[in-house]
């Protein structure tokens, strides 16, 4: 009788832990990131300094998701530069913005 309760309790114990890391996974995954576009359609780049640059960047979804992983602060947006492969990401809302050959702007949502 006894092995069975301490079968019970690990099992019970992994149940949780199994439930804390689905819950933190879909908080995770909550995160949406949405392109800055002007009133015109005119797709928008920060132009405020950024808190970090990434290079070898191979796309946008590279760069939103290494914003999701990489940064100790929150991340709340992130500039793709597709011909240089740089991803700049921003710890704060930037304030400027403005019409950049090559470069979009995407900022995140909860």
Not at 40 to 50: A, F, I
Not at 96 to 103: G, I
Request: one cysteine or more; aromatic letters at 14%.
């Amino acid at each position: 009788m006894k092995y069975n309760m301490h079968y019970l309790i690990a099992f019970g114990v992994f149940y949780v832990l199994e439930m804390v890391v689905i819950i933190s996974w879909a908080y995770e995954q909550s995160h949406e990131f949405h392109s800055m576009k002007s009133d015109n359609g005119e797709v928008l780049c920060t132009v405020s300094p950024p808190n970090k640059t990434l290079s070898a960047v191979r796309s946008r979804i590279e760069c939103a998701l290494s914003c999701s992983a990489d940064c100790a602060s929150p991340c709340h947006t992130v500039n793709f530069w597709k011909k240089a492969k740089l991803c700049q990401q921003f710890y704060y809302l930037p304030s400027s913005y403005e019409a950049k050959q090559d470069c979009v702007s995407y900022q995140v949502t909860l």
